[in-house]
């Protein structure tokens, strides 16, 4: 089967067509993953193995040294990330007196940080960085804050460098979540909140906690990491980008605001949207028969089987849209395909000069 595939040259802006030769039972998908039809239904299914040959985002399987080494990650992560560290953290990091610097200067920072808590991921960062936001850039090309969010999203894990006070790693990375109410079961490992001293606070281990249902997620406290951190630079330094860009950099760990159903389903649409331009009618009209027999589904999964929704507002419930369509990048463009950094550095440094001022506290 022969498939035109619309691909991007950066320094000329201008759409340049590629053909790529697949066999009629696998579907490559962006970021280089083999995609096998099934035999059974004679579709194709979202991958189901991440480069290093496990399950996406797979927790619990502990036959690894890697894979023991994230467990331990959130143990030590769920004991200290308590309401008062967190606190301690932004009152701290929030003065932004570490450094002056380019986000493009923080991009090549990264280089040098490397996310024990990811299970999918074992390459440099500004190569995810990069992979997440040429995958979003293909698919939704207007969306130009969308794909300078991608690329901006994980800069915070410069905590973890010497020059940023070299945090520990359970101090800022892995999967975020609420502090200040009760842990909901639905967070990875949560075994080892029992370790947590907030556990047996009464202020703090109640459903709503501090905070009353509905108050919007702008007025919680996460878990301390480079989501906030990153959110924190980028209001400070006064960005441009929209409200939906903010809300992703601080809540794209925030994997339990989304139930098992809905991210099935956006993995569902992710192959999709794998074809071609050959095929975009068709795609369209599969999404609108999709969306008219699981509307009710969505809804339900997003405001039941979604943890911690009931501390979401209407703003946060619009902005989620957006973080959906991010996350579905965020997991699956990881890969061994490496993105030729000075053939798409030009784009780039145009969103940054739209977005940001030259220099940015840190």
């Not at 919680?220 to 924190?232: E, F, K």
């Not at 795609?283 to 979604?306: E, M, P």
């Amino acid at each position: 089967m022969t498939i035109l595939v619309e691909h991007f040259v950066s320094d000329s802006r201008v759409d340049e067509k590629k053909v790529i030769e697949e066999r009629d039972d696998e579907l490559v998908l962006d970021g280089g993953f083999v995609v096998p039809k099934s035999k059974e239904t004679d579709a194709f299914d979202a991958p189901d193995m991440n480069f290093l040959g496990h399950s996406f985002r797979d927790y619990e399987n502990g036959e690894s040294e890697r894979q023991q080494g994230v467990e331990e990650f959130y143990r030590m992560q769920h004991i200290h990330q308590t309401y008062d560290f967190v606190k301690k953290m932004r009152k701290e990091y929030g003065k932004l007196n570490k450094m002056e610097m380019s986000i493009w200067e923080c991009c090549e920072l990264l280089n040098n940080v490397v996310d024990e808590s990811d299970p999918d991921l074992d390459e440099p960062q500004i190569q995810h960085l990069l992979q997440t936001a040429e995958a979003i850039r293909r698919d939704y090309p207007d969306e130009d804050w969308l794909h300078l969010t991608a690329l901006i999203h994980d800069l915070g894990k410069v905590l973890l460098l010497p020059e940023f006070g070299g945090l520990p790693q359970w101090a800022v990375v892995g999967d975020t979540f609420p502090v200040g109410c009760t842990f909901d079961s639905a967070n990875i490992h949560h075994k080892y909140f029992k370790g947590n001293p907030d556990i047996n606070n009464p202020k703090y281990n109640t459903k709503n906690g501090i905070y009353s249902e509905g108050c919007g997620l702008d007025n919680v406290l996460m878990s301390w990491g480079h989501d906030d951190y990153m959110y924190l630079v980028a209001k400070e330094n006064g960005t441009t980008l929209p409200h939906a860009g903010l809300f992703i950099i601080r809540y794209h760990s925030f994997y339990r605001t989304s139930s098992t159903i809905c991210y099935n389903i956006y993995t569902y649409l992710f192959v999709l949207y794998g074809f071609s331009k050959l095929i975009i009618h068709i795609r369209y009209l599969l999404l609108l028969l999709l969306s008219l027999t699981l509307k009710t589904k969505i809804h339900a999964a997003l405001h039941k089987a979604g943890a911690y929704t009931h501390l979401m507002n209407d703003e946060d419930r619009d902005d989620l849209k957006w973080l959906h369509v991010f996350n579905k990048y965020d997991l699956y463009s990881k890969s061994k395909v490496l993105v030729d950094v000075e053939q798409v550095k030009p784009y780039y440094i145009s969103l940054i000069n739209k977005y940001f001022p030259a220099k940015l506290k840190w």
